[in-house]
């Protein structure tokens, strides 16, 4: 059974820096494409960055590039997220995700696995 454990949100002033990690096991964490998505309230999931972890491609929404910067560990099963220069649009609930065929992309159609959540707040 595939499980991840997310850490890493909080509360943060704008212009500000977090990092969200997610540890993953019970599935080849190195043969998966992972994601980052989130929700923010009253608004749609959507797509944040993903990377295809066997060739190590990074792909990332408009509204992040430059500021975001996913990354991951094959040996110990890890993905990160590194958010800088936050807005308070980026208020929401994060989740870290999986993709079986490798493809993933930003399209949460394509993943199968997903973590619980971490709550990102941004304040002006």
């Known amino acids: 059974e595939a499980h991840f454990v997310e850490v890493g949100g909080g509360l943060v002033q704008a212009g500000g820096s977090l990092r969200l990690s997610c540890a993953a096991s019970g599935f080849t964490f190195d043969e998966y494409a992972i994601g980052w998505f989130r929700r923010a309230p009253g608004k749609e999931r959507e797509g944040v960055a993903c990377i295809r972890s066997s060739i190590g491609s990074a792909y990332y929404a408009d509204s992040v590039k430059g500021r975001f910067t996913i990354s991951s560990d094959n040996a110990k099963k890890t993905m990160t997220l590194q958010m800088n220069s936050l807005k308070p649009d980026d208020t929401a609930v994060y989740f870290c995700?999986?993709?079986?065929?490798?493809?993933?992309?930003?399209?949460?159609?394509?993943?199968?696995?997903w973590g619980q959540g971490t709550q990102v707040t941004v304040s002006s």
């Open positions: 995700a999986a993709d079986s065929s490798g493809w993933g992309m930003l399209d949460a159609i394509n993943y199968d696995y």
